[in-house]
């Protein structure tokens, strides 16, 4: 490589990256903002960094630093220097020329993004992406190109993967997209691994099998993983060493299990202190609030509503199934079986928590719920009205009593719509109150959710992911709802504010007796919050009970290898590869007239049911 950016240097031996004193910038309207000021720390080949801190630490404006993406964000490195030990010798990154960085990006340098619906382009196929780095970068003919991609997809644990490199993004899941994004960073056998929030949206068998797949390529091929997380269990599970950061500077750094034992830092010890760790609920009737970063150990248990015992939602026999189309008249071919014979009921003011892998039915079971997605059959009952039966003027009005809140919030919220009139729309739409009323019911709203009132002008961009989510809550709390369907709700915040925003729903329940279906992958937060829990498999509820009786005593061979992928807060107890024993997820997609059978359960102790094969 020509550029004096590039020349070896021979006293630049050791780590693979190395940064001194980085300092990187954005202007804005308000003056020089900086993102990140003096931060140091290096990776040695086969080592994990875990870089920790709340939203806005400046975890994810160093990684792109290193990438030089940041040039390209409105970002401007203003002092510091990244070194990299390249296949052509160390060099300084950020002194290198366009064209050098390209050739980097993806052949010694790697990125696993938290979003993968950006990070992917939707009008090219799975396998056109996969291969497309392969033939860049390592000369791979098409056809060469194509198989490695199919080795990739396997590795990464994507079911049926010649019929996904086929397929488009937005025809897999989140968490399906997710892996394909992890084996393009992977597909080139990078020096380095930058993985910003990789685990994110997925489920911890996933996420389990996700860490581990990491962990043998870094002790295989000598990979240097630098690994952003919000995640305290996975940096317990990843970390060698921990560098924690708080506006924009490193505050603590050192080996992960003096970090764990022996944290120095007042901000290091209460970011521990939040996180939710499974077993914290044994023994404890009802839900509790999480600890807060700064409330001193955080609020006792809630004073809950006098429990009625009235039946808020009914779901019987729910069938959904979505036709998969084929052949040169575009007939149904088959079916996917998305949900298959689900029965629950939930109580008023009571949570029950549907957990289950990427693909198992447990979104679409929500949204066939609310029929925003149509049931094939079965009945649904909110309150005692039957959803299922109801046309669409009727429907319109039932939905006042039944609200969903979404996992992605931006993708919720209008853009070019200011706060007030997106928490105001619904109040709009069902023609309640007068303008000055609707406000003051919004003001009231903003002060439920604890956001200042001056942000009922700003538009969503102008806000951080947990004040976006709270903005949903609002928008949902509006028309004083009876249930409350949370999909993935709080999966994509930060311990800190994952907390806050799960302390708000639990004090709004036991204050308004709303009913909440949440759905989630995150075990910890589901013991904290729930009072009941369902798993679900393949479209199916496979056990079914109460929070202590599914955590404390798991009968299903599912529910327990679910329950032993969880990685737990202790350097201590980390999983090996060899503890994963699951198995390939069956496909859910049967031909027409399948018969799938009903679901039958054994009541193994009082209330709690387990599938019995089917």
């Keep these: 490589m020509p550029s004096a950016a590039l020349k070896a240097d021979p006293a630049a031996s050791g780590p693979i990256i190395a940064i001194e004193g980085l300092r990187v910038e954005f202007e804005t309207r308000d003056g020089t903002v900086r993102g990140v ?52 010798g160390p060099f300084d990154v950020t002194q290198a020329e366009p064209d050098e960085m390209r050739t980097l990006r993806g052949r010694e340098i790697a ?10 382009n939707p009008v090219f196929t799975v396998g056109d992406q996969l291969a497309e780095g392969l033939m860049l970068h390592e000369g791979l003919t098409r056809a060469q190109a194509g198989e490695r ?37 992977m597909a080139c056998k990078p020096r380095l691994l930058i993985a910003d929030e990789p685990t994110t949206a997925l489920d ?8 581990a797949l990491i962990n043998r390529l870094k002790q295989e091929t000598g990979l240097a993983v630098l690994f952003i997380t919000h995640d305290m269990a996975v940096v317990a599970q990843m970390a060698d060493r921990v560098v924690v950061m708080l506006k924009g500077r490193k505050v603590e750094e050192g080996p992960v299990a003096e970090i764990f034992d022996n944290p120095q830092h007042d901000y290091t010890k209460a970011l521990l202190a939040a996180v939710p760790k499974l077993g914290d609920m044994r023994g404890k009737p009802a839900p509790e609030p999480f600890r807060l970063i700064g409330d001193g150990g955080g609020k ?36 996917v079986h998305a949900v298959e014979d689900v029965s629950f009921t939930l109580k008023q003011g009571e949570t029950l928590a549907l957990v289950g892998e990427s693909g198992c039915g447990k979104s679409t079971c929500g949204r ?64 309640i109150g007068t303008r000055s009323e609707q406000l003051d019911r919004v003001s009231g709203l903003f002060d439920r959710v604890e956001l200042p009132r001056s942000f009922m002008t700003r ?12 903005i949903a809550i609002a928008r949902a709390l509006a028309l004083n709802p009876k249930l409350i369907i949370a999909d993935e709700a709080v999966s994509a915040l ?48 496979v056990e079914i009970g109460s929070r202590a009786q599914i955590f404390e005593n798991p009968r299903h061979g599912y529910t327990q290898s679910l329950l032993s992928a969880i990685p737990v807060a202790d350097p201590g107890r980390r999983k090996l590869e060899g503890d994963l024993n699951f198995k390939p997820i069956p496909s859910p997609i049967f031909p027409v007239g399948h018969d799938a059978g009903p679901s039958v359960y054994d009541e193994v102790e009082p209330g709690h049911l387990v599938l019995r094969p089917v």
């Design 204 to 211: 911890v068998t996933i996420q389990a099998e996700i860490l």
């Design 459 to 470: 538009f969503p961009h102008e806000l951080s992911g947990g004040q976006r989510q709270r």
């Design 368 to 431: 066939s719920i609310l029929r925003l997605v149509e049931p094939t059959s079965g009945s649904v009952k909110v309150n005692g009205r039957d959803v299922i039966a109801m046309g669409a003027e009727e429907l319109r009005d039932a939905r006042r009593d039944m609200q969903m809140i979404f996992q992605d919030p931006f993708a919720s919220l209008n853009p070019q719509m200011r706060l007030v009139d997106q928490v105001a729309e619904p109040l709009q739409n069902y023609g």
């Design 300 to 335: 006792g248990a809630l004073t809950q509503l006098a429990q009625t015992g009235e039946t808020m939602l009914e779901v019987k026999n729910l069938i959904t199934r979505f036709p998969v189309k084929g052949g040169f008249f575009r007939k149904t071919i088959a079916n």
């Design 149 to 185: 991609a199919l080795e990739l997809m396997r590795q990464v644990r994507i079911p049926e993967p010649e019929r996904r490199l086929a397929q488009y993004p937005h025809e897999l899941s989140g968490g399906m997209r997710q892996r394909v994004v992890i084996a393009i960073a």
């Design 37 to 88: 000021d003096d931060v140091s720390f290096s990776i040695m080949p086969g080592e994990t960094v875990c870089v920790v801190g709340e939203s806005g630490s400046g975890k994810s404006v160093s990684s792109m630093s290193i990438m030089r993406l940041i040039d390209y964000a409105g970002g401007t490195i203003a002092r510091g220097s990244i070194r990299f030990a390249g296949k052509q």
């Design 111 to 120: 990125m696993i993004f938290q979003e993968p619906m950006t990070a992917l």
């Design 494 to 541: 930060d311990v800190s504010v994952q907390a806050q925003v799960l302390n708000l729903m639990l004090e709004l329940q036991a204050e308004l007796g709303i009913s909440l279906l949440f759905i989630s992958h995150d075990m910890a937060v589901v013991e904290r919050i729930s009072h009941r829990v369902g798993v679900m498999y393949l479209g199916r509820i």
